[in-house]
T-cell receptor, first 116, second 114 residues
Framework: AQTVTQSQPEMSVQEAETVTLSCTYDTSESDYYLFWYKQPPSRQMILVIR??????QNATENRFSVNFQKAAKSFSLKISDSQLGDAAMYFC?????????????FGKGTKLTVNP | DAGVIQSPRHEVTEMGQEVTLRCKPI?????LFWYRQTMMRGLELLIY??????IDDSGMPEDRFSAKMPNASFSTLKIQPSEPRDSAVYFCASSWGFGGSPLHFGNGTRLTVT
């Protein structure tokens, strides 16, 4: 079974600085997708970024980028120029596109605090 | 695009009562997921549907939980009878296709069973 591990329960960063959140996963598949979701105190789950395993190029979305290391099964999220609004729980997630197994598997999350 | 709509937003009930949570997925999405979130266990998948058919219900805790999707625009998650350990936030999410399509989540229902 696929598992997703986020080893940092909590992280903090100064406003305008850069922070990297770690995520590793376990799978025997070669074709899959990885996601980062953000959950602010409002509890809404918001998609931050998505990565296809078959793409070597790391995904970027404005201030958010990933470092995808397929061989190491690592998928870290970098937030540049951190803003107060980035404070939230961040969840790493894995999805395998196979019939009967399309569920999204989540890590336990990392709570990010942004200090002014 | 109205997004995934869940109701109610909050539900407080007494142990032993029946609870029904409702979800309207995004129009055109063919996958629907029910997740439960607790501090101890994080986000757990309870069940998911494809084209209104349950595909994987292995995450449903026990027979007290049941889920239905009578049509493409509506799903329910029912707990009968409810217990205090069922207290959690329940999320509904939908997606189009599988694999790379991201899940779009509703705002969740916070259930408190006293």
């Amino acid at each position: 079974a696929q598992t997703v591990t986020q080893s940092q329960p909590e992280m903090s960063v100064q406003e305008a600085e850069t922070v990297t959140l770690s995520c590793t996963y376990d799978t025997s598949e070669s074709d899959y997708y990885l996601f980062w979701y953000k959950q602010p105190p409002s509890r809404q789950m918001i998609l931050v970024i998505r990565q296809e395993a078959y793409k070597q190029q790391n995904a970027t979305e404005n201030r958010f980028s990933v470092n995808f290391q397929k061989a190491a099964k690592s998928f870290s999220l970098k937030i540049s120029d951190s803003q107060l609004g980035d404070a939230a729980m961040y969840f790493c997630a894995y999805r395998h596109p196979q019939g009967g197994s399309e569920k999204l598997v989540f890590g336990k999350g990392t709570k990010l605090t942004v200090n002014p | 695009d109205a997004g995934v709509i869940q109701s109610p937003r909050h539900e407080v009930t007494e142990m032993g009562q029946e609870v029904t949570l409702r979800c309207k997925p995004i129009s055109g999405h063919d996958y629907l997921f029910w997740y439960r979130q607790t501090m101890m266990r994080g986000l757990e998948l309870l069940i998911y549907f494809n084209n209104n058919v349950p595909i994987d219900d292995s995450g449903m805790p026990e027979d007290r939980f049941s889920a239905k999707m009578p049509n493409a625009s509506f799903s329910t998650l029912k707990i009968q009878p409810s217990e205090p350990r069922d207290s959690a936030v329940y999320f509904c999410a939908s997606s189009w296709g599988f694999g790379g399509s991201p899940l779009h989540f509703g705002n969740g229902t916070r259930l408190t069973v006293t």
